[in-house]
C-alpha cells in the first residue's frame, strides 16, 4: 500500500496524541495543576482562511499575553471538517487561571477590535467546542 493511500485512511484524530506530545515539550514542564483546552471551531462556509490569518496575525500573540499557553494547532484535511474547521490545544495553569484568562481575553480592547474588523463581512465561527483536560500518570509529556 502507497503510504499517501495509507495516510488517507488513517482519521486525523489519530495523529493528535502524538502531534500534543511533541508541541507541549515546547510549552515546558507541566505541573499537577496544569490543564490543557482542547477547542475546536466550526467556520462559517469560506471563513475558515479568515479566521486563520486572525489567529495567525492577532489572536495567538494576545493569547500569551493573558496567561494562554499556545501548544499547537491543526485543520483537518478530510471532509466533512476539512476547510471548517481549527482544532488547537492551550495550556492554562489551572482551572480557575483559566476562567481568569478566558475573561481577560474577552475584556481586552485590543481583542475586540481584532474580531470587530475581522468580522466586517459577517462572523466567522459558527460554534465553538471546548473540553478542559488533563494529562494522565502514563502521558508521554510528564516523563
Known amino acids: ?3 499517501r493511500t495509507l495516510l488517507k485512511s488513517v482519521p ?3 495523529f493528535l496524541p502524538t502531534a500534543a506530545w511533541a508541541a507541549l515539550r515546547s510549552v515546558g514542564e507541566p505541573t499537577s495543576t496544569t490543564v490543557y483546552e482542547l ?3 466550526h467556520t462559517f462556509e ?3 482562511d479568515d479566521l486563520l490569518q486572525r489567529f495567525r496575525e492577532h489572536t495567538t500573540t494576545l493569547f500569551e499575553k493573558h496567561g494562554m499557553k499556545n501548544v499547537a494547532y491543526w485543520t483537518p484535511l478530510d471532509e466533512p471538517a476539512k476547510g471548517t474547521t481549527l482544532i488547537y490545544i492551550l495550556a492554562h495553569p489551572g482551572r480557575e487561571a483559566a476562567a481568569a484568562n478566558w475573561k481577560a481575553f474577552q475584556d481586552d480592547p485590543e481583542w475586540k477590535s481584532v474580531r470587530d474588523k475581522s468580522e466586517e463581512n459577517g462572523k466567522l465561527v459558527e ?3 471546548s473540553t478542559y483536560m488533563q494529562l ?3 502521558s ?3 516523563k
Do not use: E, N, Q, S
Request: positive net charge; charged residues 35%; glycine residues 4%.
Open 12 to 14: 486525523v484524530m489519530t
Open 127 to 129: 460554534k465553538v467546542d
Open 1 to 3: 500500500m502507497k503510504r
Open 39 to 41: 477547542r475546536v471551531y
Open 46 to 48: 469560506g471563513k475558515l
Open 140 to 142: 508521554v509529556a510528564v
Open 136 to 138: 494522565t500518570d502514563f
